[in-house]
């Protein structure tokens, strides 16, 4: 670079320089040569790699950064415009070096672009050819996959309704049969138990079945005329009468294999409370005749003992617990779980009167009411005598009208502790077989609420026991 020292810039220099020999002209004033000063002799010129790394090298300050690119127009020497043309030929150089490599590459790029203008246009082929394909070949598959698809549908549906069809078809062929057999039981046989499973098979279908048009049509024959709900529910009301009738009968002989046997048929021509109601009134019965031979086969002189009366409801409690307990597995095998319930509830009812009856009849026998009055009319003081022999009053002024006034002549008069104490360990009796029969009864109906509503035997478990000893001893 040195060695092209030739061009205009340096020549300008170097002739603005040589004025007077050192670049001073005569009369320039302060530009006046030193008389001291060695002639000038230009700079030794060096070459391109030596001038290039010393200008890197002047351009290098003390952190080891370079110097920020110095104006040429800003010289003030020519060391300072060498340099500053040092440093404009390393930035020339860069920038040529640069451009090299993006010329050297270019041939690289333009190789791949005309790649990507093959793939682009092969890519193009093969998209025609696709929409041929789909617009020829798939469009008609596509259209032939519907048409399967919506006759696989229609198809399922038919099969949908033709299986409909059978299903009320089989029903209404097994309404005609049990119709027919329950006109046949009925009949000369008189096959009661074959009649109830007739109809028990028929309540099983369906009744928009029963009541529809096409059973209105099929079922009648010139033996049953009539549309099949008519004949069926007239058979059912016919054979509710004659089983409550028979079951009536029955219980009346005391013939309990027959009880049992029409006991069974009711939940079979779907009359399940008239069953539970007839056999409430059977059990309810035997409860009320056992309580009356209980009580009233006892002599006098039996009923004068001390604990009678709590012998005989004990008896009674102990008698419906063997009812419930030993007739609630058949009740639950023919009518369901939690129907013993109400069988209990018509029992409890039966339990309050003959209970009733009971506690009436002791109330008066041990003259319950006049004991209580001569029990509020004595002091205190009189009721703890009479624990002691006669003696005579204590000091003190007793109460007016009371019979603590007069000397007790005999050990009759006055209030017989010992018959007050009878009295109640007797009521304790009946009270205490009162609290285990209560909570026997309440465990059997506890079963069944999960199945159904709370049985109202709990939620009225107020028995006129109860309220006979709340108005008996509720003044005491």
Excluded at 154 to 179: F, G, I, M, P, Y
Excluded at 199 to 206: D, E, Q, V, Y
Excluded at 294 to 305: C, D, G, L, V
Excluded at 331 to 358: S, T, W
């Amino acid at each position: 670079m040195s060695s092209n020292c030739g061009s205009a810039g340096c020549k300008l220099l170097e002739t603005s320089l040589s004025v007077n020999g050192n670049g001073n002209g005569p009369n320039n004033g302060p530009w006046q040569r030193p008389t001291n000063t060695e002639p000038w002799s230009p700079p030794e010129r060096l070459s391109a790699p030596q001038s290039l790394a010393k200008t890197q090298e002047s351009m290098i300050v003390a952190n080891g950064h370079l110097d920020p690119p110095s104006d040429v127009f800003a010289a003030t020497s020519v060391a300072e415009i060498h340099a500053a043309l040092d440093q404009l030929h390393l930035q020339e150089a860069t920038v040529t070096q640069r451009l090299t490599t993006l010329i050297a590459s270019q041939k690289d790029l333009s190789r791949e672009l005309g790649r990507l203008d093959l793939l682009r246009a092969h890519l193009g082929s093969q998209a025609v050819n696709t929409r041929a394909i789909s617009n020829g070949m798939l469009s008609d598959a596509a259209s032939t996959a519907n048409r399967i698809s919506s006759a696989v549908k229609r198809l399922d549906q038919e099969q949908t309704n033709v299986k409909a069809t059978l299903e009320v078809v089989e029903q209404v062929a097994e309404l005609k049969s049990c119709v027919l057999g329950v006109h046949g039981s009925m009949g000369a046989p008189q096959d009661w138990e074959t009649a109830a499973s007739y109809l028990s098979r028929a309540s099983k279908i369906a009744d928009d079945v029963v009541h529809g048009s096409f059973a209105e049509e099929i079922v009648p024959t010139a033996e049953v005329p009539d549309p099949p709900r008519v004949t069926l529910h007239a058979a059912a009301e016919s054979l509710c009468g004659l089983f409550l009738r028979e079951f009536e009968k029955a219980a009346y002989e005391g013939d309990g294999s027959k009880v049992t046997r029409f006991f069974k048929l009711f939940p079979l021509i779907g009359r399940t409370n008239v069953g539970l109601d007839a056999y409430g009134r059977y059990v309810c019965q035997g409860v009320a005749a056992r309580a009356r031979t209980n009580f009233n086969s006892a002599p006098q002189a039996q009923r004068n003992e001390a604990f009678f009366y709590a012998n005989t409801i004990t008896k009674l409690f102990e008698h419906i617990a063997q009812i419930v307990d030993g007739h609630e597995p058949l009740v639950e095998q023919h009518y369901g779980p939690g129907m013993m319930a109400k069988v209990i509830e018509r029992l409890q009812i039966e339990a309050d009167v003959q209970g009733g009856i009971m506690l009436d009849t002791w109330h008066d026998e041990r003259n319950i009411d006049r004991k209580l009055t001569d029990i509020k009319s004595y002091a205190y003081s009189f009721l703890v005598q009479s624990f002691f022999p006669t003696q005579k009053p204590a000091g003190g002024t007793p109460r007016s009208n009371s019979p603590a006034n007069a000397v007790r002549t005999s050990e009759d008069e006055g209030v017989n502790m010992k018959e007050v104490d009878g009295l109640l360990g007797e009521s304790a009796l009946m009270l205490g077989r009162w609290a285990l029969y209560s909570r026997f009864i309440s465990d059997k109906c506890a079963v069944s609420s999960s199945t159904s509503s709370t049985s109202p035997l709990l939620t009225r478990a107020v028995f006129p026991i109860r309220r006979a000893h709340r108005s008996r001893f509720g003044d005491a």
